[in-house]
């Protein structure tokens, strides 16, 4: 895949493997559009890549949020040609010490988060017949350590 011309959205985007994704995508050539709840640090890895970069702050835990994303991205810059689903979050915790509440959060990024930015997007790119959609995980899909309960199992 040569993602020179295309675009990119690229989710957790304000920090980690998000923003490095980011700023190799637009090295390569790509026009990327950076997703993830805090505006501010969206803007200062913006800021990094230069006019090559779209800042779209949102909730990807919220579906209707990640529906209005979708919309407004279509519209502004068109279906992005690749999609890297990189949000995600994660605590050490054994269950005992994990409250029903967080296991909640924990599993809606990275697992509904992928699942809702997908769903946006995917009608057009089948339309269109292209696209590439990237879903990045962890060793923790693969290995299981003691005390990553819902980390875990978010990734599986």
């Known amino acids: ?24 995508l637009a090295r390569a050539g790509a026009r ?7 505006e501010d640090r969206l803007r200062k890895v913006a800021a990094s890549i230069g006019d090559a970069a779209s800042v779209y702050p949102t909730d990807l835990r919220d579906a209707d949020a990640v529906s209005r994303l979708g919309q407004r991205v279509t ?14 979050a994660g605590r050490w915790r054994f ?8 296991v909640v ?10 699942f809702f930015v997908t769903h946006a997007f995917l009608p057009d790119m089948l339309r ?10 962890s060793v923790g899909s ?3 350590w003691p005390g990553a309960t819902a980390y875990i199992a978010a990734r599986w």
């Open 75 to 88: 519209s502004e810059i068109g279906t992005p040609n690749i999609i890297v689903n990189n949000a995600g």
């Open 32 to 38: 990327v559009v950076l997703v993830a709840r805090r």
């Open 95 to 102: 269950v005992e010490e994990t409250s029903p509440a967080e």
């Open 128 to 137: 269109r017949n292209t696209g590439h959609i990237v879903n990045v995980s």
């Open 1 to 24: 895949m040569n993602p020179r011309g295309k675009t990119a959205l690229v989710t957790g985007a304000s920090s980690g493997i998000g923003a490095a994704t980011a700023r190799e």
């Open 142 to 144: 693969r290995f299981v």
């Open 105 to 114: 959060e924990l599993m809606a990024v990275p697992y509904f988060a992928a």
